[in-house]
């Protein structure tokens, strides 16, 4: 089952247009891949002690409707691959109406804290990561 996030746009997300801009939606992935991940128990501090963290290496988003001030959105996150070094969330925007206004396929890799590079990922993560896949599946 996908992690659901949901929001309501604000009137700072608004552009000059009088919709969101592009770049706010992967600012709307990003709270809900967090809220995803600390739902997983991957909090900040757990990932501190762990001196490893999320870094976006590749997202490819799909943009198929506009979206207002005050629109009431949710998200679903799941996790559709993961690799040794890498994992991939794809995100999907729904609004009650307008249904899936947008979509993305996000990959990242843990870094480690102070090498600032890619590291294979904690086993237990894995372990989890796996688990996770085989029942987050967006249809």
Known sequence: MAHTFAFTVRSTEVDFIG?????????????ARFDWLIAEGYTIEELQRRHI???????????????VMGDEITIHTALVN???????????????KKGLVAD????????????????????????????????????
Not at 21 to 30: G, V, W
Not at 82 to 96: A, D, N, Q, T, Y
């Open 19 to 31: 919709h969101v801009n592009n770049a706010k939606y992967l600012e709307y992935m990003e709270w």
């Open 104 to 139: 993305g396929l996000v990959t990242m890799v843990m870094i480690d804290q102070t090498k600032r590079r890619a590291v294979e990922l904690p086993n237990e993560l894995k372990e989890l990561f796996l688990s996770i896949q085989k029942e987050e599946l967006i249809p």
């Open 82 to 96: 993961v690799g040794k070094r890498s994992f991939v969330i794809k995100h999907e925007l729904h609004h009650e």
């Open 53 to 67: 963290f999320p870094v976006v290496v590749n997202m490819n988003v799909n943009y198929r409707s506009e979206l």
